[in-house]
């Protein structure tokens, strides 16, 4: 059985930080391409980052500087440092496993920024 399950999500000030957490169970975590993805109410799903088996990185342009994804293969975990947080970063994450037709999804974490 495969799970996902975030962590680290809140209630945080404009220009203060997070870091989520994905751990997963179920799968080979180090061959898979790992995700996070956000959705803020009445928007679409988007890509936020990702971070391949080899450990390339890609990054939507909105938090380029601001976040960095990780992963550690040893603890099947994938990280999301969010520096310097916006109101419009307010979203449900959700962490994603992906590997050629295959995705698997968290139940995601609610990150809201606000004063």
């Known amino acids: 059985q495969v799970q996902l399950v975030e962590s680290g999500g809140g209630l945080v000030q404009p220009g203060g930080s997070l870091r989520l957490s994905c751990a997963a169970s179920?799968?080979?975590?180090?061959?898979?391409?790992m995700g996070w993805y956000r959705q803020a109410p009445g928007k679409q799903r988007e890509l936020v980052a990702d971070?391949?088996?080899?450990?390339?990185?890609n990054y939507v342009d909105s938090v380029k500087g601001r976040f960095t994804i990780s992963r550690d293969n040893a603890k099947n975990t994938v990280y999301l440092q969010m520096n310097n947080l916006k109101p419009e970063d307010t979203a449900v994450y959700y962490c994603?496993?992906?590997?050629?037709?295959?995705?698997?999804w968290g139940q995601g974490t609610q990150v809201t920024v606000s004063s």
């Open positions: 179920g799968i080979t975590f180090s061959i898979y391409t």
């Open positions: 971070i391949t088996s080899g450990g390339s990185t």
């Open positions: 994603n496993a992906h590997l050629l037709t295959i995705d698997y």
